[in-house]
């Protein structure tokens, strides 16, 4: 099966989708070593596209075993592909919605039977799209909040148990987007991920007896224009820190959030729908 194509960022040929190719995802130098994540089992959200995608192939650079699961059962296998040909590892897939708390279970069984433990969930998968607020139909607003919130929390909560029944420690890392300003033209999405932080917060402190550590990352823009730094950032920023997360090196974090924005929580703002007139300033 062919590799889905991806820009680079900073590569502005048109029709093509934005990020990074697969050729990046396999052969960029990364900040740890090549060996850091062997023995340890990873289930993945969303990890066929994006950075789920970008994920998947770090952490199987890094030697763990990786599932990783979503709706789009061509893209799962795409990833799946690209990593068995650019690294030479295979990973499983599972092809499932985590609006169904059953296929959660399921898929959490999976990820134990095929590598015989579960070490990292990463809660990636999600949907939501831009609209003013005043104009969410009910099937829009339930649909966003069921993946967003409920399928993060099934994952979440069928992870922990899974634990907790084998008497082993586990680590769940939430990604959720910038929203500490609030999220103009994605208030679905803002709602919804906010309730995960503090769904985090709360439950790092309950599963802590149980060795279970709950954190989220807040990538802010990936791959856009307009930050601080005057540079995009890309998927492989949030995959390491996934990996930081997970590792050793962060034994004694739990209930945070580590904000990956390259400085646009201090300066900007998201409108993915772009600026109202009625916000734009005329020229003096």
Known sequence: MADTPHRSAGDDTPG???????????GRPLAYRDDLLAGK????????????????????RLGADVMICGRDATKLAETQTGIQN??????ATMPMTVRDPD????????????????????NNG??????????????????VIDTNLNGA????????QHWR?????GNIVNIVPNAWRGMPQMAHTCAARAGVIYLSKSVSTEWAPLGIRVNCISPGCIGSEGLPMQQPGDALDIAQAVVYLSAPTAKFITGEVLVVDGGNNQHGEARPAGKPDDFKVPDC
């Open 86 to 91: 650019r690294i030479g590892r295979e990973i």
């Open 103 to 122: 296929a959660v279970k399921r898929t959490v069984d999976a990820t134990h039977t095929r590598f015989g433990a579960l070490d990292t969930l990463v």
């Open 16 to 26: 093509e989708p934005w990020g990074l190719a697969d050729e990046d995802l396999a």
């Open 126 to 143: 999600g949907g939501q799209f831009p609209q003013a607020a005043i104009d969410f139909s009910v099937a829009g607003w339930l649909a």
């Open 165 to 169: 029944a084998v008497s082993r420690p």
């Open 41 to 60: 089992t990873f289930l993945v959200s969303g990890g066929g596209s994006g950075i789920g995608r970008a994920i998947a192939y770090v952490c199987a």
């Open 153 to 160: 929390w099934y994952m979440m909560q069928a992870a922990a």
